[in-house]
């Protein structure tokens, strides 16, 4: 297990590039994300377009000349786009730009539009026929397809064993983000019971956190209350992330803890690279 961070969180934090943050933070893993126009960040700023084989090793090579590994692309597709077959396309060339990259994994959306208005067995059919069209286009490669614990329907047990199940094999789990049941309202000892029941599909992960006041951390909330009041750097929230690495070490879990503070907008200037400073240094003491 190592520690990694997204390229977003880096930028967030006033990084003048993705390089400066990783120097910075003692790291040399980030998560980039990766647009419909298959645009990426590069390291020492600005951007590329990996739309051809010599575009991706281009990119490769920029990646090992500093030292640093990709760990997984970052989608926010949509399964009820108004072009599916052209959500499809983009997500497979992803898939095939990350094995060519030797990342371990693309994080997939599970939010979905319109999520709320599709019965749960209607949603878990639609995101099983995607992952299996993309699997069968994608034969060669062993790179896995995380589902983020995300949004109204991400963050149910149902639905996500619902698609596990569906799909089969190994190439499909989850990129768990550790702070996304406890949003979701989940109680906090719940949080724990539900990591560890998929902590043997964890490809991939987001680690945040939040410390909610005490009287309400053992009790059921709405969807995301307030989050934005209470969301704090990954050492002081009510997630105990020590506990968190040891449920994912027991099933043999040994990919990237990958920082994704969202606090940072709670904090000014300098702040907020201290703060993620902080994480870093939080998350290397446990892995």
């Not at 090579?61 to 590994?69: A, K, S, T, Y």
């Not at 949603?123 to 069968?136: A, D, P, Q, Y």
């Given at each position: 297990?190592?520690?990694?961070?997204r390229?977003?969180?880096?930028?967030h934090?006033?990084?003048?590039?993705?390089?400066?943050?990783?120097?910075?933070?003692?790291?040399?893993?980030?998560?980039l994300?990766?647009?419909?126009?298959?645009?990426?960040?590069?390291?020492?700023?600005?951007?590329?377009?990996?739309?051809?084989?010599?575009?991706?090793?281009?990119?490769k090579?920029?990646?090992?000349?500093?030292?640093?590994?990709?760990t997984?692309?970052?989608?926010?597709?949509?399964?009820?786009?108004?072009?599916?077959?052209?959500?499809?396309?983009?997500?497979?060339?992803?898939?095939?730009?990350?094995d060519?990259l030797?990342?371990?994994?693309?994080?997939?959306?599970?939010?979905?539009?319109g999520?709320?208005?599709?019965?749960?067995?209607e949603?878990?059919?639609?995101?099983?026929?995607?992952?299996?069209?993309?699997?069968?286009?994608?034969?060669?490669?062993?790179?896995?397809?995380?589902?983020?614990?995300h949004?109204?329907?991400?963050n149910?047990?149902?639905?996500?064993?619902?698609?596990?199940?569906?799909?089969?094999?190994?190439?499909?789990?989850?990129?768990l983000?550790?702070?996304?049941?406890?949003?979701?309202?989940?109680?906090?000892?719940?949080?724990?019971?539900i990591?560890?029941h998929?902590s043997?599909?964890?490809?991939?992960?987001?680690?945040k956190?939040?410390?909610?006041?005490?009287?309400?951390?053992?009790?059921?909330?709405?969807?995301g209350?307030?989050?934005?009041?209470?969301?704090?750097p990954?050492?002081?929230?009510?997630?105990?992330?020590?506990?968190?690495?040891?449920?994912?070490?027991?099933?043999?879990?040994?990919g990237?803890?990958?920082?994704?503070?969202?606090?940072?907008?709670?904090?000014?200037g300098?702040?907020?690279?201290?703060?993620?400073?902080?994480?870093?240094?939080?998350?290397?003491?446990?892995?």
């Open positions: 297990m190592y520690v990694s961070v390229d977003a969180t880096i930028e934090a006033g990084f003048p590039t993705i390089m400066d943050g990783l120097k910075a933070l003692g790291l040399s893993a980030v998560e994300g990766f647009d419909r126009q298959r645009t990426t960040n590069l390291l020492d700023g600005g951007q590329t377009v990996l739309d051809s084989p010599d575009a991706i090793a281009a990119y090579d920029h990646l090992e000349e500093n030292g640093v590994r990709g997984a692309f970052l989608l926010a597709n949509n399964f009820n786009h108004d072009d599916l077959d052209e959500e499809l396309d983009w997500i497979v060339d992803t898939v095939l730009a990350a060519a030797g990342m371990e994994a693309v994080r997939i959306d599970s939010v979905m539009k999520e709320r208005d599709w019965p749960l067995e949603r878990v059919g639609r995101f099983v026929e995607c992952l299996k069209k993309i699997i069968e286009r994608t034969p060669d490669t062993d790179i896995h397809l995380g589902m983020e614990n949004g109204f329907q991400g149910d047990p149902n639905f996500l064993d619902g698609v596990i199940e569906g799909v089969g094999g190994n190439r499909v789990g989850l990129t983000d550790t702070g996304n049941f406890y949003w979701r309202g989940h109680p906090i000892d719940n949080v724990y019971d990591i560890e998929f043997s599909f964890t490809r991939h992960t987001h680690v956190n939040i410390n909610y006041p005490e009287d309400v951390r053992a009790t059921e909330r709405e969807l209350w307030k989050y934005g009041e209470y969301v704090s990954i050492p002081d929230g009510d997630i105990d992330h020590a506990r968190v690495v040891e449920i994912l070490e027991a099933a043999n879990y040994t990237d803890m990958c920082i994704e503070d969202e606090s940072l907008g709670k904090f000014e300098d702040e907020r690279k201290t703060t993620l400073k902080r994480d870093a240094d939080y998350l290397l003491g446990l892995v």
